[in-house]
């Protein structure tokens, strides 16, 4: 587990390095990293079909599917040193809430890692859009409107290792933000 923690550390350094804007200060806001070019994910997500959000304040990271996302994940994380366990062990899960568009774990997915912060799924374009879901290491909770507001996804549903195939009757295409714990 803490070799996976520490892969998400790494893949947060990479996008951190390889992704920031001229500048370096531009909003990141729903910005991405897609084969070399930043992309807007608010404007929608053109050929990519995975995005990895692993810190909110850097870019995402989008991949044409989500083996591709997968393989730089492993590849990050045999790249990986040792001596980052620690930092990743503390500041993150050692798996991502996937957020599916399709049922049964289809289409667009959205990998999720950064904890303790509500996070609005607009800001990827996202939201309104999750059919299906994985719950990482981390419990989570899914709320029907930005910033936590509005009713919640059953949390009994989504504590660490759930997974859902359909949604609950009434919440397919509703949730608009995230909280990982």
Do not use: H
Not at 131 to 136: A, I
């Amino acid at each position: 587990m803490r070799s996976t923690a520490m892969s998400w550390v790494l893949v947060a350094a990479l996008a951190a390095v390889t992704a920031t804007p001229a500048g370096g200060t531009a909003d990141r806001d729903g910005m991405a990293l897609f084969e070399g070019r930043v992309i807007d994910l608010r404007e929608g997500w053109g050929e990519a079909e995975a995005c990895l959000v692993t810190d909110t304040n850097e870019l995402a990271r989008c991949f044409r599917s989500e083996q591709e996302l997968l393989s730089a994940i492993r590849t990050a994380e045999a790249s990986t040193q040792s001596g980052l366990q620690e930092v990743a062990a503390a500041s993150a899960c050692s798996s991502s809430l996937r957020l599916y568009d399709g049922t049964n774990y289809t289409g667009t997915v959205l990998y999720l890692s950064t904890r303790t912060t509500w996070i609005n799924l607009s800001s990827y374009g996202f939201s309104d859009k999750t059919s299906s879901f994985k719950v990482g290491a981390c419990s989570v909770y899914l709320a029907d409107l930005s910033n936590g507001g509005g009713d919640w996804y059953s949390t009994s549903a989504t504590t660490a290792g759930k997974v859902a195939a359909t949604m609950l009757s009434g919440w397919n295409n509703r949730i608009s933000s995230v909280y990982i714990q």
